[in-house]
């Protein structure tokens, strides 16, 4: 999964950006608002962390200019302002949670699952497609009840294809959502983990439709 961090104090996009990608994510950053916006309207992401005090362009403006612009990714804002009214703020720009400063990365986390979880219409942190088990909040994947071991890549493309199971996904798109901005789009390492998670996980796990991309067949 890729996530935006528009964050302005250096520290804590330091900390933010080394907590998630511990976690697993693909991280972008920016500074300010008007970064921060070019960002999250030329690029995919799966959601987006938000400070409402940010330079050149505040975070409400941000947020509202983008739900304008028909962009629906799942945006977690943060604010030093523990008020109702700036949380109410947040929510009606088109927010889709908050959380007040000082927080604990672990919870900012938990929120950001929850929140890439609704958005694919998923109810709980375990997903499944046959016998596979894949937990995204342990990070633990198992087929027919028994442990399987994934390298860190082939976990993050395995999670994207069973948040968005039945779909045909690109490689392109795949691409976007499990690497950061700077990985190089011509790389084959995409066709490479598909074959290492088929022989880990069975042949009929992932589908291929030439031409148009993968996906991970439905039946359960």
């Known amino acids: 999964m890729r996530i935006l961090i528009v964050e302005d104090e250096p520290n804590l996009l330091r900390q933010l950006k080394a907590g998630l990608e511990g976690a697993g994510y693909a ?3 920016a500074t300010d608002g008007e970064d921060g916006h070019y960002l999250g309207t030329t690029e995919t992401y ?3 962390i ?4 940010l330079p050149e362009v505040d975070g409400l403006t941000v947020l509202d200019r983008w739900r304008r612009e028909g962009r629906t990714m799942p945006v977690l804002v943060l604010t030093a302002r523990d008020s109702w009214s700036d949380k109410v ?8 949670d908050y959380l007040a400063k000082p927080f604990q990365t672990e919870e900012l986390i938990a929120r950001l699952r929850a929140l890439i979880r609704r958005a694919a219409g998923k109810a709980t942190s375990e997903l499944s497609a046959g016998g596979v088990r894949l937990d995204t909040r342990s990070g633990r994947v198992s087929l027919d009840g ?7 890549q082939e976990f993050k493309l395995l999670s994207y294809l069973m948040h968005h199971k039945g779909k045909v996904i690109s490689r392109t798109e795949l691409i976007e ?3 950061d901005q700077d990985f190089d789009r011509d790389s084959n390492t995409i066709e490479v983990f598909i074959t290492r998670i088929r022989k880990k996980l069975g042949s009929d796990l992932i589908s291929t439709t030439r031409g148009l991309g993968y996906s991970l067949n439905d039946a359960d």
């Open 146 to 152: 028994e442990p399987v071991k994934l390298t860190a």
């Open 50 to 53: 938000l400070d409402l005090g």
């Open 177 to 179: 959502h499990i690497y």
């Open 89 to 96: 703020a947040g929510l009606d720009a088109g927010a889709d």
């Open 27 to 29: 991280v972008d950053t």
């Open 46 to 48: 799966d959601a987006v």
